[in-house]
């Protein structure tokens, strides 16, 4: 089992930044890619980001590209996100996961799922 907590989360001007942690439980946090989704009001779930288990591959949907970046620290359990340049339409509920199926776009390739932090851009 892993539990994810997530935090960082916050109201910011458009334009500021904002960077989010998940914290992971248990022991095999290395074992698993680490996403992020994010859900709008009215809106479905869906994917912004992606880790590999190692660091060495990222994933971004397009809208995010070149403003976000992913990371991770194993050896503190914890996978980031860094939110720059933000627009009001990033507002959402932002969500962290963990797969074991590195096809990181699909929900249904992650295990394990975060309660969310409420990320607020204002104009």
Do not use: H
């Not at 916050?10 to 992971?24: D, K, N, T």
């Not at 994917?47 to 403003?67: C, E, H, L, P, Q």
């Amino acid at each position: 089992q892993v539990q994810l907590v997530e935090s960082g989360g916050g109201l910011v001007q458009a334009g500021g930044s904002l960077r989010l942690s998940c914290v992971a439980s248990g022991r095999t946090f290395s074992s698993y890619f680490m996403g992020w989704f994010r859900q709008a009001p009215g809106m479905e779930r869906e994917f912004v980001a992606a880790i590999s288990w190692n660091g060495r591959s990222t994933y971004y949907t397009d809208s995010v590209k070149g403003r976000f970046t992913i990371s991770r620290d194993n050896s503190k359990n914890t996978a980031y996100l860094q939110m720059n340049s933000l627009r009001p339409e990033d507002t959402a509920v932002y969500y962290c996961a963990a797969g074991s199926n590195w096809r990181p776009q699909a929900s249904e390739n992650y295990n394990y799922w975060g309660q969310g932090t409420q990320v607020t851009v204002s104009s």
